[in-house]
């Protein structure tokens, strides 16, 4: 129904965002064909942005975060939830300035890497100089967001998700023709 799309002036947004959803798990073996985005976030100056992410995210019932004070249960094995987390999701890394400062960021990021997850950079840092580069990112989509528009996010790390499961499928169909 048209109104499961939201507000009226968000409904053409919200359909393009289903639309990359829809056409990703036809290409998927997700079973429930419901998108997990991993939020990668600094905490002490992350965490607002992270829970407006969550909760942009939550609003559209066909995608699923993973965030991890939700996610990891108390007495979990925490370090392996967090990287089947990282493996089976899109990545959307709020890179503040400091995230490269937090061990399990600068992991999160590794996992994505070792993973070939789709991931995406939110550039965040308010710092007018930048320190050289340190994190494997420069290969990731990057998004800025200085109007606050969480949408752009996620249709990027949605049409990310897309360009992998395309690249996927033709590499096991190239595979199958050997």
């Given at each position: 129904?048209?109104?499961?799309?939201?507000?009226?002036?968000l409904r053409a947004g919200n359909l393009g965002l289903l639309t990359l959803?829809?056409?990703?798990?036809?290409?998927?073996?997700d079973a429930d064909g419901r998108m997990k985005l991993f939020i990668s976030?600094?905490?002490?100056?992350?965490?607002?942005?992270?829970?407006?992410?969550?909760?942009?995210?939550?609003?559209?019932?066909?995608?699923?975060?993973?965030?991890?004070?939700?996610?990891?249960?108390?007495?979990?094995?925490?370090?392996?939830?967090?990287?089947?987390?990282?493996?089976?999701?899109?990545?959307?890394?709020?890179?503040?300035?400091?995230?490269?400062?937090?061990?399990?960021?600068?992991?999160?990021?590794?996992?994505?890497?070792?993973?070939?997850?789709?991931?995406?950079?939110?550039?965040?840092?308010?710092?007018?100089?930048?320190?050289?580069?340190?994190?494997?990112?420069?290969?990731?989509?990057?998004?800025?967001?200085?109007?606050?528009?969480?949408?752009?996010?996620?249709?990027?790390?949605?049409?990310?998700?897309?360009?992998?499961?395309?690249?996927?499928?033709?590499?096991?169909l190239l595979q199958a023709a050997l």
């Amino acid at each position: 129904p048209i109104n499961d799309l939201g507000e009226h002036a968000l409904r053409a947004g919200n359909l393009g965002l289903l639309t990359l959803q829809r056409a990703w798990s036809l290409l998927s073996d997700d079973a429930d064909g419901r998108m997990k985005l991993f939020i990668s976030h600094a905490k002490k100056d992350g965490a607002a942005i992270a829970l407006a992410m969550k909760a942009q995210i939550q609003s559209l019932r066909w995608l699923q975060p993973f965030y991890d004070a939700c996610d990891i249960l108390p007495g979990a094995p925490w370090r392996r939830v967090l990287k089947n987390g990282v493996r089976d999701s899109v990545i959307v890394v709020l890179r503040t300035d400091i995230y490269e400062q937090r061990p399990w960021c600068v992991q999160e990021i590794h996992w994505a890497e070792e993973f070939g997850c789709p991931s995406v950079v939110v550039d965040l840092r308010m710092a007018s100089t930048m320190p050289r580069e340190s994190l494997p990112v420069a290969g990731m989509v990057t998004v800025t967001i200085s109007d606050g528009n969480l949408m752009r996010i996620l249709n990027a790390a949605l049409r990310e998700a897309m360009r992998v499961q395309l690249f996927r499928r033709t590499i096991d169909l190239l595979q199958a023709a050997l």
